[in-house]
């Protein structure tokens, strides 16, 4: 994401869209009652009757609407905004939806610009988080392919071997390799990781970089417990995998996640549900805030925000289209890591 202008008077934020990471962003952002303008195409309004309305052409217009709605649409590489018009040429009033693509030049208008807001837009900017890898989890008689994107991650194949056997022959793992590497090559270019239990990723590698360099060479082997896409989450979220994902924000959010399982289930010092993180922050006990981004969007965390920046905490926004986000909405939408264990 490019920052063109920034107007602290006004409250406004012209911003162009450079990459599709940054709608994702930018749905995280954009929250009912902001205010967004942005050149757009509508009829122009009646000007004799109903028959000569159909047949005007859409006009570009520069618009400014007070949203209602934001709809990110992961296939069309789009965000949706949808509200009534407020300022216009024309149908002032009316319901429209800005889509919100790679190239889009657009300001943002908001009453308040928390702390978090402002931490997403340098991470876009920045292009933190942004990066994309290809996990492949191979165990025996399986493999899972998926992509890791900044908001969740996709499988893309679950590739199965002719054998079920634990120890297949040459033939049968030759061809159960060619079938991954074919799926891979249909991919977008992107780094790779191999995970998974046993010996047969490295078998994997080793012939995926024989047959293709160009796309296996650097690829990184991580040994993880468990196969499929329980193995990929595991991957992600291993601390000491830090190093090799430190561009991917889903390693972050994972590896936050677990800290708190880890913290429940030794009685460390933790909360979570709104009541209970709501009193730990007006205690000054919260050490890292971890809301989830549905939960967020819904407006029901918007007084613990500033009172975390109040109290010196840390706030981090987990996705609730992957699991360690399912997990915080689980709990109630809302967690904490304490600095100290709350009386009870």
């Given at each position: 994401m490019r920052l063109l202008s920034q107007n602290p008077k006004t409250g406004e934020i012209r911003m162009l869209v450079t990459n599709p990471d940054d709608l994702w962003h930018l749905y995280n952002i954009i929250l009912p009652g902001d205010h967004v303008s942005a050149s757009t195409y509508r009829r122009e309004e009646a000007r004799d009757d109903a028959i000569r309305a159909e047949r005007e052409k859409k006009v570009r217009v520069f618009i400014t609407i007070l949203v209602e709605r934001c709809e990110f649409a992961e296939m069309q590489s789009a965000l949706r905004v949808t509200g009534r018009i407020e300022e216009a040429p024309f149908d002032t009033g009316s319901y429209h939806t800005l889509n919100l693509d790679e190239g889009t030049d657009?300001?943002?208008?908001?009453?308040?610009?928390?702390?978090?807001?402002?931490?997403?837009?340098?991470?876009?900017?920045?292009?933190?988080?942004?990066?994309?890898?290809?996990?492949?989890?191979?165990?025996?008689?399986?493999?899972?392919?998926?992509?890791?994107?900044?908001?969740?991650?996709?499988?893309?194949?679950?590739?199965?071997?002719?054998?079920?056997?634990?120890?297949?022959?040459?033939?049968?793992?030759?061809?159960?390799?060619?079938?991954?590497?074919?799926?891979?090559?249909?991919?977008?270019?992107?780094?790779?990781?191999?995970?998974?239990?046993?010996?047969?990723?490295?078998?994997?590698?080793?012939?995926?970089?024989?047959?293709?360099?160009?796309?296996?060479?650097?690829?990184?082997?991580?040994?993880?417990?468990?196969?499929?896409?329980?193995?990929?989450?595991?991957?992600?979220?291993?601390?000491?995998?830090?190093?090799?994902?430190?561009?991917?924000?889903?390693?972050?959010?994972?590896?936050?996640?677990?800290?708190?399982?880890?913290?429940?289930?030794?009685?460390a010092p933790c909360t979570y549900g709104l009541n209970e993180v709501s009193t730990a922050l007006e205690a000054g006990a919260v050490e890292t805030l971890i809301v989830s981004d549905a939960l967020l969007r819904e407006g029901r965390v918007n007084s613990m925000m500033p009172l975390a920046e109040e109290k010196a905490a840390t706030v981090f926004i987990v996705t609730s289209r992957w699991e360690p986000g399912q997990q915080i909405d689980a709990l109630g939408g809302v967690a904490a890591l304490l600095r100290y264990r709350m009386a009870q």
């Amino acid at each position: 994401m490019r920052l063109l202008s920034q107007n602290p008077k006004t409250g406004e934020i012209r911003m162009l869209v450079t990459n599709p990471d940054d709608l994702w962003h930018l749905y995280n952002i954009i929250l009912p009652g902001d205010h967004v303008s942005a050149s757009t195409y509508r009829r122009e309004e009646a000007r004799d009757d109903a028959i000569r309305a159909e047949r005007e052409k859409k006009v570009r217009v520069f618009i400014t609407i007070l949203v209602e709605r934001c709809e990110f649409a992961e296939m069309q590489s789009a965000l949706r905004v949808t509200g009534r018009i407020e300022e216009a040429p024309f149908d002032t009033g009316s319901y429209h939806t800005l889509n919100l693509d790679e190239g889009t030049d657009f300001t943002l208008r908001k009453e308040e610009w928390p702390p978090h807001v402002m931490q997403r837009i340098r991470e876009a900017v920045e292009g933190k988080g942004n990066s994309r890898l290809i996990a492949i989890a191979v165990e025996y008689g399986e493999a899972t392919v998926a992509l890791i994107k900044s908001f969740g991650v996709q499988e893309t194949a679950t590739i199965h071997s002719t054998s079920v056997k634990e120890t297949p022959g040459k033939r049968e793992k030759s061809d159960f390799f060619t079938q991954i590497i074919d799926h891979v090559r249909a991919l977008p270019r992107l780094p790779v990781i191999v995970v998974g239990p046993g010996f047969i990723k490295d078998d994997f590698l080793r012939e995926a970089r024989r047959v293709d360099p160009s796309i296996f060479s650097a690829a990184q082997l991580i040994h993880t417990g468990q196969g499929g896409m329980a193995g990929i989450r595991e991957a992600v979220s291993k601390g000491e995998n830090a190093r090799l994902l430190e561009n991917v924000r889903l390693a972050d959010e994972a590896r936050v996640v677990e800290e708190l399982k880890g913290r429940i289930a030794t009685g460390a010092p933790c909360t979570y549900g709104l009541n209970e993180v709501s009193t730990a922050l007006e205690a000054g006990a919260v050490e890292t805030l971890i809301v989830s981004d549905a939960l967020l969007r819904e407006g029901r965390v918007n007084s613990m925000m500033p009172l975390a920046e109040e109290k010196a905490a840390t706030v981090f926004i987990v996705t609730s289209r992957w699991e360690p986000g399912q997990q915080i909405d689980a709990l109630g939408g809302v967690a904490a890591l304490l600095r100290y264990r709350m009386a009870q």
